[in-house]
């Protein structure tokens, strides 16, 4: 089992920034590849960035590409998401999970853990 708790959401105007953590517990946090996701109100969980284990590989969906940037640092048992330039459409609870597959997904039925999110609030 892992257990996952993000922190860091919050109130944001538009053009600013914050950074999510997320803090890992249980088994070997660097065996897993770790995700963000969102889920706006009355729309479905969408796949924001994933990183790999070494933190050698990230991935990002194309909206958020050049404005947020996944990072873990596997000594504290945490992966960040420092978002930049944030617009209200960020808005959504964030996310953050756990695959133990060897290649990264944008899928989240693939994780396997995940936390119980942080909401993210950017106003115009």
């Known amino acids: 089992q892992v257990q996952l708790v993000e922190s860091g959401g919050g109130l944001v105007q538009a053009g600013g920034s914050l950074t999510l953590s997320c803090a890992a517990s249980g088994r070997t946090f660097s065996n897993y590849i770790m995700g963000w996701f969102r889920q706006a109100p009355g729309k479905e969980r969408e796949f924001v960035a994933a990183?790999?284990?070494?933190?050698?590989?990230?991935y990002y969906t194309d909206s958020v590409k050049g404005r947020f940037t996944i990072s873990r640092d596997n000594a504290k048992n945490t992966v960040y998401l420092r978002m930049n330039s944030l617009k209200p459409e960020d808005t959504a609870v964030y996310y953050c999970?756990?695959?133990?597959?060897?290649?990264?997904?944008?899928?989240?039925?693939?994780?396997?853990?995940w936390g119980q999110g942080t909401q993210v609030t950017v106003s115009s």
């Open positions: 990183i790999s284990w070494s933190g050698a590989i990230t």
């Open positions: 999970a756990a695959d133990r597959r060897v290649t990264i997904t944008t899928r989240s039925k693939e994780y396997d853990y």
